[in-house]
């Protein structure tokens, strides 16, 4: 089964840090694409990173940059974002996903795995 499993959510104070880990099983993210989005109620999905793991580019949104990092492991098939700095406003749920498509193409409907989404929560 092709599988993306988040892990690494929680609460933490504003100015803390969390490792969001993203776990693919079923194929290999050699020759994909990984993102991270982001989701709070009532609003649109927003992209946050996105790492290819065939180069290793990666991308940022603006409001993330200088704080987050997007790494990938191909050797244990996982995609980490270490996410430093925490304002408030980054609490959402936070999702990753996969496609061979390259960063630059990825768009939250179109994509061809998701995981189910692991909740962050920074307290003022």
């Known amino acids: 089964e092709v599988q993306l499993v988040e892990s690494g959510g929680g609460l933490v104070q504003a100015g803390g840090s969390l490792r969001l880990s993203c776990a693919a099983s079923?194929?290999?993210?050699?020759?994909?694409?990984i993102s991270w989005f982001r989701q709070v109620p009532g609003k649109e999905r927003e992209g946050v990173s996105c790492?290819?793991?065939?180069?290793?580019?990666?991308y940022y949104a603006d409001s993330v940059k200088g704080r987050f990092t997007v790494s990938s492991d191909n050797a244990k098939n996982t995609v980490y974002l270490q996410m430093n700095t925490l304002k408030p406003e980054d609490t959402a749920v936070y999702y990753c996903a996969a496609d061979k498509k390259p960063c630059t193409a990825h768009v939250p409907g179109y994509l061809e795995v998701w995981g189910q989404g692991t909740l962050v929560t920074v307290s003022s």
């Open positions: 079923g194929f290999t993210i050699d020759d994909y694409a």
């Open positions: 790492v290819s793991s065939s180069d290793g580019s990666t």
